[in-house]
Each structure stands twice: as C-alpha cells, then as structure tokens.
C-alpha cells in the first residue's frame, strides 16, 4: 500500500482497524465515540475501516464519516470475506506504528483504548481485552463459549485467552509477526496468541449490541469451532486413531470369545446379528476417522491453492 493512512502526510502512530459488515445503523454512533476517546490520546491516531463487502449502507455512511474526519480512512473489500480475512485486510494496512482491533458494533467500549495504550507503552506487543461478564447473550452461548475455550485449552499447544474477543492492541513488531502468517484458515484469536511476545490482558464489562444483529449464528460459530481446533491441534487425528485401536482391540477380543465358543459348542448357523453388529461398528468407525482425515485434507487443499486472503475494490486513506 502506497503512504497510506496517514493524515496530513504524517504517519499515524496508532491506527484503529475496525471490520465492518452491515454496520451502517452502528457506524456513525461508533465513529462519535471512538472520535472523542482519540481525541483525548496524546499521539497520532487513524481510523481505518474495513467494508467487508456490506449489502446496506455503510459504504455511505464510511465515506460521509471520511468527509467529516480527516483522520479516518477506509478499505473495501470486493466481496464479503468475512470478519478474519477483513482483519487481516486492515492489520496489513498499517504500515507504521501500533494497531488497534474492534468491532464496529459497539460491544467494546472504544473508551478502554487509553487503557490499551498505557499498557502498550508499559513495554505489551499484545494488550488483549477480556471481558468479565457475557451481558446480552443467551445462557445457552455464554455455555458453549466456556465449553470451546475449555477445550482449545486442553487440545492445543496455544493457550487463546478466555473470553477474549478481537479486542485489542498490537504493538509495531507484533503487527509484523503477524503479517507473515499467511494461512487460510485464519483462527485469528489462536494466530495473535501464537505469535507470541509480551502480552497482557486488560478486564472490561461486554456490553450488548448497540444495533444490527450479530452475523454469527450457530452455524457460523460451530465452524469457527471447529476451525480453531484443526488449525491449531492435531488431537481429532490423533482421536480418530485412539478410536479406530479400542475398536479393533474390542473385535479382536469378541473375535476370540465367538471362536471359542465355536469350538466348545458348535456353530448352529446363526451369526447374522454378531456379523451385522461388527459390520457397522466398524464401517462406523472408519467413516468417522475418514471424516477426519478429510477435514484436515481440506484445509491442506485450501492452502495449497495458495489464493490471496482478500481483494480490495477501493481504497480512501486519510485526508
Ligand atoms: N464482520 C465482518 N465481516 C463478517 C462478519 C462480521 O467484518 O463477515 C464484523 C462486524 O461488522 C463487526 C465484527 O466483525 O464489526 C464482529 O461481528 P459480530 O458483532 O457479528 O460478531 P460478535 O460480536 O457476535 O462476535
Ligand atoms: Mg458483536
């Protein structure tokens, strides 16, 4: 990217990434309050935004606020490529100094930027915010949330921090740690933790959406499950062959008793339930453990087709 986003020609020291889908009833509130915390901040700052293909009007509404405020930039990406990828989109664009990451729907606070930052200038390359209480969303999520982070935990060599949402602050040389993780399937909570350096967690209240809706329903989230487990643990494959041994070994074992029986007893033909029983047991177990393979097969072909993370359809840097 050309001298980007940098007001009046002056690099920014500290640039606000936020990935924005179909925020346009959010944005303008966001931008109010995001505007008077940076004001308050003794340094440069840039906004920059990242449409992340919207179908409403937030186009718009971005380029109304670029109008307004000489500090903020834009990006727009060519379609939709979701939350990860426009991260990614915006965090490449910072070339100078420390990033900050949020979301424009306001469920974190811009005003624990100062707090960010003081942290950051304490000597952090990453100040995470984590949030303490889960305000606005069903039991139902808050469990599940509890239950993916547990298992993150136990399965991978990469502790994510719990609760901890994109919400936060990178230091220069962590930006560029991060730049260089190029791969697809972007687990971007797992990736700002794995680069690792000096991190540090700040505790703030979530609160609910201020408008729009959440782009995460179930689906979507079970896949971000699910991706951050294979990106960043080998232990379903490893699973699949712990399951396909106590197989074998069970059949083995029931293998011998039908012998032995044969041999004391007789054999009066009958067996169809046992061979049944055996056979889809066993097809069972090898259609899981194929399944498996194939989840991580997939996101080898992925990678391997080596496509760029996102395009951008327009740029607008800073006045
Ligand atoms: N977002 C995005 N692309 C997408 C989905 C979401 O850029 O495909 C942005 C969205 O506009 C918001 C942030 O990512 O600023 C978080 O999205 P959301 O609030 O839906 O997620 P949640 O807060 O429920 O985790
Ligand atoms: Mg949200």
């Known amino acids: 990217m050309p001298r980007s986003f940098a007001p009046g020609g002056a690099m920014p020291e500290l640039t606000v990434v936020v990935p924005a889908y179909n925020e346009a009833d959010v944005l303008e509130t966001f931008h109010h309050r995001l505007a008077a915390v940076l004001d308050t ?5 840039a906004v920059l935004y990242v449409d992340d293909g919207s179908r409403d ?12 405020d000489p500090r903020a930039g834009a990006l727009r990406l060519s379609r939709n490529f979701g939350k990860e990828a426009a991260l990614t989109a915006g965090l490449d664009a910072v070339e100078e100094g420390a990033a900050v990451v949020i979301d424009a729907d306001l469920q974190d606070p811009p005003e624990l930027i100062p707090e960010l930052v ?20 069903s039991r139902f999520k808050r469990f ?17 921090p719990r609760d901890t949402g994109d919400f936060r602050l990178l230091s220069r040389r962590a930006l560029d740690a991060l730049g260089q993780l190029r791969e697809r399937q972007r687990f971007m ?17 979530r609160e609910p959406r201020q408008a729009g809706r959440t782009k995460w329903n179930y689906w979507r ?5 699910i991706e951050g487990i294979t990106s960043f643990s080998n232990a379903p ?17 029931y293998g011998l008793w039908v012998l032995g029986k044969a041999l004391l007893y007789g054999d009066p033909v009958r067996g169809y339930p046992t061979l049944m ?43």
Not at 118 to 137: K, P
Not at 190 to 200: E, H, N, S
Not at 221 to 225: E, M, S
């Open 277 to 319: 029983v055996v056979i889809l047991f066993l097809g069972g177990m090898q259609l899981l453990a194929l399944g498996v393979i194939g989840e991580y097969l997939g996101r080898n072909y992925a990678e391997s087709k080596q496509r760029p993370l996102y395009f951008v359809e327009e740029r607008r840097p800073p006045r």
């Open 221 to 225: 989230l079970t896949q971000l499950a």
């Open 41 to 45: 901040l003794p340094l440069r700052c």
């Open 189 to 205: 909570k797992g990736l700002f933790a794995w680069i690792g350096y000096r991190q540090v967690a700040v505790h703030y209240q």
């Open 57 to 68: 009007a937030s186009w718009p509404v971005i380029e109304t606020l670029l109008a307004r």
């Open 237 to 253: 494959l490893r699973l699949a062959t712990w399951v396909g041994l106590g197989a074998a070994l069970l059949a083995f074992a």
């Open 118 to 137: 003081a942290q950051w200038r304490a000597g952090h390359d990453v100040v995470y915010a984590t949030r303490r209480v889960r305000e606005g969303e």
């Open 144 to 160: 599940t949330a509890a239950a993916f982070y547990r298992t993150m935990e136990r399965l991978s060599d990469t502790a994510v």
